[in-house]
């Protein structure tokens, strides 16, 4: 399994714009379809986009389609989630998680057996 380290995220006001970087170590990377999950207090872990292995499947929850743009780079072990026109709604700690089981268009976490330590975004009003 791959070693995960998300980072870039921090206090934004509504409207503006982060970008999430997540780190893999192993030499397998490139062959694990890919997530970033978020949780808010008190609600549970929930997808927030997924990309397929070599990148040319995504997958882009409701609550962030049109806003949200995740890529891969695998070349650099690396994932993002490009966050556009945030809202306070989506303050939560934000993961990434490489999918362990099953085949694609799996949104449950629990598919997802590697998991980074988490980075928290807070969306100001």
């Known amino acids: 399994q791959v070693q995960l380290v998300e980072s870039g995220g921090g206090l934004v006001q509504a409207g503006g714009s982060l970008r999430l970087s997540c780190a893999a170590s192993g030499r397998t990377f490139s062959s694990y379809t890919m997530g970033w999950f978020r949780q808010a207090p008190g609600k549970e872990r929930e997808v927030v986009a997924r990309i397929s292995a070599r990148g040319l499947w995504t997958y882009t929850a409701d609550s962030a389609k049109g806003r949200f743009t995740i890529s891969r780079d695998n070349a650099k072990n690396t994932v993002y989630l490009q966050m556009n026109s945030l809202k306070p709604e989506d303050t939560a700690v934000y993961y990434c998680?490489?999918?362990?089981?099953?085949?694609?268009?799996?949104?449950?976490?629990?598919?997802?057996?590697?998991w980074g330590q988490g980075t928290q975004v807070t969306v100001s009003s």
């Open positions: 998680a490489a999918q362990t089981r099953g085949a694609w268009g799996l949104n449950d976490p629990k598919n997802f057996g590697s």
